[in-house]
């Protein structure tokens, strides 16, 4: 097996740990659900505790694997199928076998964890390579053959799975509670799989731009790129300095503009991941 491919069968059981972990942890004992395969085992298993969430699991899997077989081919099947395997496999043997038992009785606290084991689980299996299978294959399909994109029918499916949570729960309070989970979780899976840099992304619309390049380079010691536009209305000439500056010198740069050019026009966001030689820009 190369190297690779090792790391990421790992990523995958770490992944999958980590959702039967939140699942059984904090979600069943306390009545609250994720979103996609694991909420509907998960409200299942709520009125049908004669049969384990493990296997819930597999059951509801099972048509998404057929489905993956057909449009994705023998290779995401594998994958998927040891995703499948593996959470059922950890969540029977955390409740059934070491009987977990909830970790907090606070719902509140039980939504925020959950969401971050879920959420850590499912960023780990993506980094492997694979898929948790369930309703994603369905966003996936979607997504090929219609226009709607992979995210928008996933939405759509959590809020039906939310809604079908208060008639199974019969407590909306439980589904307010899953929703801020979900958002959680979706804001783990985010931080993992695009990193949050230290860097913000600034843009510099100025008169002064010559005197201003030479101190953000001496200053700030910051790569940037000097770009050159025309205004939409009046079609006036505009040059832009686009840079990438470390957030705690944000402040600096502010006064560096205030001094040298207090008419510019700045603009800062977020960069959400940066890839390339030396990440300048």
Do not use: C, W
């Amino acid at each position: 097996m190369k190297k690779n491919d090792f790391k990421q069968y790992i990523l995958i059981i770490l992944g999958s740990f980590s959702l039967s972990f939140g699942a059984v942890a904090f979600y069943s004992p306390n009545e609250i659900i994720s979103g996609g395969g694991i909420g509907i085992s998960l409200m299942l298993h709520f009125l049908f505790p004669d049969i384990t969430l493990g296997i819930f699991m597999a059951l509801v899997s099972a048509p998404f694997l057929v489905l993956s077989y057909i449009f994705f081919g023998k290779y995401y099947l594998f994958k998927t199928f040891i995703v499948v395997v593996l959470l059922s496999t950890f969540t029977d043997i955390l409740k059934e076998v070491l009987k977990i038992d909830a970790i907090t009785n606070d719902i509140l606290l039980a939504a925020i964890f959950g969401g971050i084991f879920i959420g850590l689980g499912i960023g780990l299996i993506i980094k492997g390579r694979a898929s948790t299978g369930s309703t994603s294959v369905i966003g996936e399909i979607l997504a090929k053959k219609t226009k709607y994109k992979a995210a928008e029918v996933l939405l759509t499916i959590d809020a039906f799975i939310m809604l079908a949570s208060v008639f199974v729960y019969k407590d909306i309070d439980k589904s307010l509670y899953s929703l801020l989970s979900v958002y959680i979780g979706m804001k783990v899976l985010d931080i993992l799989l695009t990193g949050r840099p230290s860097k913000k992304i600034v843009n510099i619309i100025s008169t002064n731009v010559e005197v201003l390049k030479e101190q953000i380079r001496d200053k700030i010691e910051e790569h940037g790129t000097i770009l050159t536009g025309i205004g939409l209305h009046q079609a006036q000439d505009k040059t832009i300095i686009y840079v990438t500056v470390e957030a705690s010198k944000i402040e600096l740069l502010r006064d560096l503009i205030r001094k040298y050019d207090p008419d510019a026009f700045m603009i800062i966001s977020e960069a959400s991941e940066f890839m390339g030689r030396d990440n300048s820009i």
